[in-house]
């Protein structure tokens, strides 16, 4: 075997180190790599990249790890992209960053000179390239008008499967582009990304609605995400033993002097508002906060999520919730879990990934995120195993049923033929641009995703 290339970062062996990147989020899967880059430069991945497929070893890498069955590991070489994170630069209507950089100190310093990215994560302290590397919905901020955050790309830099660096955007490169974005690794890593930004509002006010059953809760959603002076809508669902509990949070940005119209925006609804007025970086870090209480307080970190996430089509999603929300325990979410739901326009997403349901007549399609969390950081024998067979059973109702299709970043195990069927027509396309730049698979994506 040749000699390791030179190295700006370091080549990490020792067990203690590659024990700590054996599983992610999940705390499901564990795989242990053989060694961990922790790059200086793009040149380190791209020489390490270039070495290790003279070799036939697997290349994963690692941001925040935030999937959870173990789309971010394998046994040969993790490169953890942690240690590229620096943020180039910020200018009046863009930014240039390394895709190790969070969404969390991206908007830390933009926030300073007025600016934010147009589409934010509900959890920002995500990896740039990693939310970009699956689709990135629009959490507290974008969603209704906005698209996703792939749709909001101006250029990356990435490394290929071959060990090329290569800038593409739209318009140079532009076949490698799309297939980066939201193509979960298939192509290349991506090392660096330059985003626009656009400017930040001063506040945010947040009306919260409380519902006991399904119909309300949807039509206040349905009209709340056509009415004006609306701009991001989500839902919330948590599980007792004989009912199924809704939150709807509707949020306005605005800048003072002028403020929403609370009587305006909450006509017509069947369920009192609550308000909320905060500034917009409280706004935008609501989810962070409640996060990382869990992981201080009860080690949330190191507890089992076995997370179920789908697109569902605009005109079934009102029905399958319903039905996967009546068939679920407190137990399938647990007290550090719940159910989400995001609404997104179909019309406003112009990436051909992340897959989307099927065009049904209708504009809206939305995700449905059960995001199961184990009571401890020790549950019970066979949950792990009971919650993934409980997956597969509820994402097979919910394809062949509702049109429902795969948001791959939780824990529904996936074969070929799965994927084969989860991208349909495009599945040539996808094994074409897969060939052509990452020709011997060197660049993996963890233990579930294309052969």
Known sequence: MDPVPTLDGDLVLDAEARARVSTDLGAIVRCEPSAILRPGSTEDIAAMVRFCARHDIGVSVRGQAHTTLGQTLGDGLVIENRHLSRIHEIGLDSAEVDAGATWKELLKRTADIGLTPPVLTGYCDL???????????????????????????????????????????????ADLFRAALGGLGRVGIITRVVIPLVKAPERARTYTMQYAETAPFFADLGTLTERDGIDHVYGEM????????????????YDPPTVPDDVALGTGLSADPKIDDRAYLEHTFL?????????????????VKPWFDVWLPGSTAETCVEEIMKSVSPEDIGPYGAGLLYPQRRSLTGMPTPRLPDPDGSDWVFVLDLNTVSASTTPEEGFAERMLERNRRMFARARDAYGARLYPIG??????KDWRDHYGAEWETVQASRAKFNPRGTITSGRQFIA
């Open 411 to 416: 824990s529904v195990p996936f074969g070929e």
């Open 127 to 173: 990896s740039i390239g990693g939310t970009l590397s699956v689709g990135g919905i629009g959490g507290l901020v974008g969603g209704l008008h906005t698209g996703l955050q792939v749709d909001h790309v101006l250029e990356l830099e990435i490394v290929t499967g071959t060990g090329d660096v290569v800038r593409c955007s739209a318009d140079r490169e």
């Open 238 to 253: 948590f599980r007792t033993d004989d009912a199924t509990l809704f939150l709807l949070h509707a949020t306005s940005f």
């Open 287 to 303: 989810i962070d906060e409640a996060v990382d209480g869990f992981i201080d307080d009860v080690g949330w970190t190191s507890m």
